[in-house]
Structures are given as C-alpha cells and as structure tokens.
C-alpha cells in the first residue's frame, strides 16, 4: 500500500548533536512538509519542498535543515542551533491533480527528545 | 495573518452526537478540513469542504460551512469510543506564492464516555 514513512518513532539528541529525522512516500507525490507539533499546539510548518532539489522555510526554520535530492525523500536535521527540540514532528506529503490541491497525507510521527 | 480556533476539549456520552466548533480569518480560504489524530499517531484526513460548499455529508460524519461568520462545524452522529481523538480544523488557501499550505488549530480533544 502507498503512504508515508517516518522513522524511527522515536530519537533521543544529546546536547551540541546534530539528528536526521528519515521521511520517504510512495505516492508519488511532489510536495513534502515537515512540522513540529508540541503539546496542545497545533501544527507549525518547519520547511516544505514543491519540487526536487528545491525547498522553502515554513514559520520556524531556524535551528533546522532539509535536502530533497529524490521526489521520494525528505529528511529533516535537526541541529545543534535548535535550543529547544523535543517534540512530536510530523512529515506530509501531497499532490496537484487536475490543478486542484489535493489534501496532505501524513506519516506516524517522530518523537525527539533531549537527553 | 491566518488564525484557526477551535475549544481545547468536547466530553460526549457514547451514542449521543459530538459537534467541534472552528473559527477562522481568512477571508480567501478556498479549503477547509478537518483531521483526526490518534495517541502517537500521525493526522488522518476525515474529510474536507470547499469554500463554495455549505454542507458535506459522508456517514456518519457532517461538516456545516458557514462562509459569512467564517464558521465550520464538525458533527460526529452516534458517537463511539473509537472517536476518542485529537481533531485539528485546518483551512488552506493559495498564499504561499501559490501553495495551499494548510493553518491548523490546535485540537480539540474529544472524550467520549460510557
């Protein structure tokens, strides 16, 4: 079955390190999302890519990093600059058909904490 | 800018009908939806409306759009415990340089109880 692949489930970073959270799909979709979910937050946009090897900030990039090399991929580094990273982050994925905007397809999440 | 609201929590007897309540501000919002999350999972598309709809059906689910006070509701009918979830209201319009980017609320988690 098509969908969204997210690992691992869960991360530990120790302070001053660098951590790369995967996100792979199937769907042949051109658009990816990262976003950062925090206890009774919504969903704020980390970074999204419309296309390969070209990629847009979201409302808080800063601290964070992102490569689109394959229409499949997408991962999300975390870095050392990002003070404060423990969250639930969630990857989505979506598509244009007929020039509509299809609705986003997430995976199951990423949970990052602090050592 | 863009803003979603939505209440925090909804408590429901099981059986009975469950209604999550969204506000938002964007006038040129062309899509609406609503996503369910479960604990530790990611968000799963329930449904959504386009802007120039008033009424979507599927099931047991309803969504009401009421364009002019920039309200949207989501009605749950015979509401079971499986329902128990987060729901996130998100609209979506082509303000990033042509992508539809959803703004989400911030969920309201719904409690349904024997």
């Known amino acids: 079955d098509g969908g969204i692949t997210q690992s691992p489930k869960y991360l530990f970073r120790k302070e001053g390190q660098n951590v790369t959270l995967s996100c792979e799909q199937n769907?042949?979709?051109?658009?990816m999302y990262w976003y950062r979910q925090d206890p009774g937050q919504g969903l704020r946009l980390i970074y999204y890519?419309?296309?390969?090897?070209?990629?847009q900030k979201g409302d808080i990039a800063e601290g964070y990093s992102v490569s689109r090399e394959k229409k499949e991929s997408f991962p999300l580094t975390v870095t050392s600059a990002q003070k404060n990273p423990t969250a639930f982050y969630l990857c989505?994925?979506?598509?244009?058909?007929?020039?509509?905007?299809?609705?986003?397809?997430f995976g199951d999440g990423t949970r990052l904490s602090i050592l | 800018g863009e803003d979603v609201e939505q209440s925090l929590f909804l408590s429901v007897r099981e059986g009975d009908s469950s209604v999550i309540n969204c506000t938002y501000t964007?006038?040129?919002?062309?899509?609406l939806y609503w996503y369910k999350q479960e604990p530790g999972a990611g968000l799963q598309l329930l449904t959504y409306?386009?802007?120039?709809?008033d009424m979507k059906q599927d099931q047991r689910l309803t969504v009401l759009l009421n364009k002019k006070d920039k309200h949207l509701s989501l009605r749950i009918a015979d509401t079971q415990t499986g329902d128990s979830a987060i729901y996130f209201c998100?609209?979506?319009?082509?303000?990033?340089?042509?992508?539809?980017?959803?703004?989400f609320g911030r969920g309201t988690s719904l409690i349904v109880h024997p």
């Open positions: 989505a994925s979506s598509s244009t058909r007929d020039r509509v905007e299809q609705p986003q397809h």
């Open positions: 769907l042949n979709h051109d658009a």
């Open positions: 890519s419309q296309i390969v090897n070209d990629f």
């Open positions: 964007d006038s040129s919002s062309t899509y």
């Open positions: 409306i386009f802007s120039n709809m």
């Open positions: 998100a609209e979506s319009n082509a303000g990033r340089g042509g992508s539809y980017i959803p703004t």
